[in-house]
């Protein structure tokens, strides 16, 4: 045999009749009220970025052509590097490395013996390449100027 259902269970399924009713209610409400359709919610963006209620004209629309559009990076051989020129500031023959300036901007940068001509010497002027080391920017391909 079941048990009554006590006062408080009897209660809280009261509440909950309740609130069923009231969403109903106000779901009946939002009804009779006319609530905009989903066409009048859609927003459109125009070329200018803008956002409006109106659709873009399929006449304005630009053409893409597919080939024009750079995906990726130029290849390393497809930049050129351009040669610098500045003076050895610092050279030390017996540990094979030294260090240029940069005649324009004052930068000092490291480099090997095994990029440099074997004459080079305190003073020289020489033209150079940069490439990116692990410590930072090192002349490479470096040749004197006379």
Do not use: C, W
């Not at 919610?41 to 893409?64: L, R």
């Not at 480099?111 to 305190?122: C, G, K, L, M, Q």
Request: no cysteine; aromatic share 8%; charged share 35%.
């Amino acid at each position: 045999m079941a048990k009554p259902a006590s006062f408080n269970k009897k209660e809280l399924e009261r509440k909950k009749e309740l609130k069923r009713k009231e969403k109903q209610q106000r779901k009946d409400e939002r009804k009779a009220q006319g609530v905009s359709s989903f066409d009048e919610m859609i927003a459109y963006v125009d070329e200018n970025g803008m956002i409006t209620s109106t659709p873009p004209d399929p006449d304005k629309k630009q053409k893409i052509v597919l080939e024009n559009i750079a995906v990726s990076t130029p290849k390393k051989e497809e930049v050129e590097a351009k040669a610098l020129k500045g003076s050895v500031e610092s050279f030390n023959y017996d540990k094979g490395y030294g260090f240029i300036k940069h005649a324009d901007s004052m930068d000092n940068y490291f480099f090997h013996i095994s990029n440099a001509p074997a004459n080079i010497a305190e003073g020289n002027m020489v033209a150079f390449e940069l490439e990116r080391g692990q410590k930072g920017m090192n002349a490479v391909k470096i040749a004197l100027i006379k």
